[in-house]
């Protein structure tokens, strides 16, 4: 298993903005995500974090507009950028210890953008 | 493309049993698994099948069959605290999750 511990755990932003949510692991991983959960829907991935390298956009979600760091094992940051209306949503981190593939999640940050 | 049906919402009466349902159709299949996500709270893992048949674990258990596309979650003696949406999921042939909207599940007294 894994512990997670993301921060902040909700905001509210102002139009044009940017935030930096982190997330840290109290063991070292090797896959760490990060996932969009908009009012009433379900997970959408919006990147895989790389540890040393650059992460792995899904379609829809841009590097300028989610920028995201992964500097070691256990730590990962995800960026949202320029922020809209749009970008309300929940923002979780998700790390995948194996083998089984079950990902455990953080808390989440809910963000509110006026 | 790929997707993962599970109804929208259900309702049921404190310790009755209820059954969710999941079909999927996906590039691949890796194993399927099923979360619970209370209400401002993250998913949390609940069971995991890669083999046709029923796991069972306390008061839920999961079944799959592969070849209908098609799983089940099952909670028995429900609890007033069962009351969250459970969110199907979908390893495809990359490993990649594939996530159905999930379904609210309503517990009544």
């Known amino acids: 298993s894994a512990v997670i511990s993301q921060k902040p755990s909700r905001d509210i932003c102002q139009r044009g903005t940017s935030l930096t949510i982190q997330c840290q692991v109290d063991?070292?991983?090797?896959?760490m995500f990060w996932y969009r959960q908009q009012p009433g829907q379900s997970l959408t991935l919006i990147a895989t974090a790389n540890q040393g390298s650059e992460a792995t956009y899904e379609s829809g979600f841009v590097i300028d507009k989610f920028p995201i760091s992964r500097p070691n094992l256990t730590f990962s940051t995800l960026t949202v950028s320029n922020m809209s209306p749009e970008d309300s949503s929940i923002y979780l981190c998700?790390?995948?210890?194996?083998?089984?593939?079950?990902?455990?999640f953080g808390e989440g940050s809910r963000l509110t953008v006026l | 493309g790929q997707n993962i049906d599970q109804p929208t919402e259900m309702t049921a009466t404190e310790g009755a049993i209820v059954q969710i349902n999941c079909t999927y159709q996906t590039s691949g299949f890796n194993g399927l698994f099923w979360y619970q996500q209370h209400a401002g709270e993250a998913p949390t893992f609940l069971s995991y099948?890669?083999l046709d048949g029923l796991e069972e674990k306390g008061r839920f258990s999961s079944f799959l069959s592969r070849s209908k596309g098609y799983s089940y979650l099952l909670l028995k003696e429900l609890q007033m605290k069962d009351s969250a949406s459970y969110l199907c999921?979908?390893?495809?042939?990359?490993?990649?999750?594939?996530w159905g909207a999930g379904t609210k599940l309503i517990i009544k007294p």
């Open positions: 063991s070292q991983v090797t896959m």
């Open positions: 999921a979908v390893s495809d042939s990359n490993y990649q999750l594939i």
């Open positions: 099948n890669v």
């Open positions: 998700s790390v995948d210890p194996g083998p089984t593939g079950e990902l455990f």
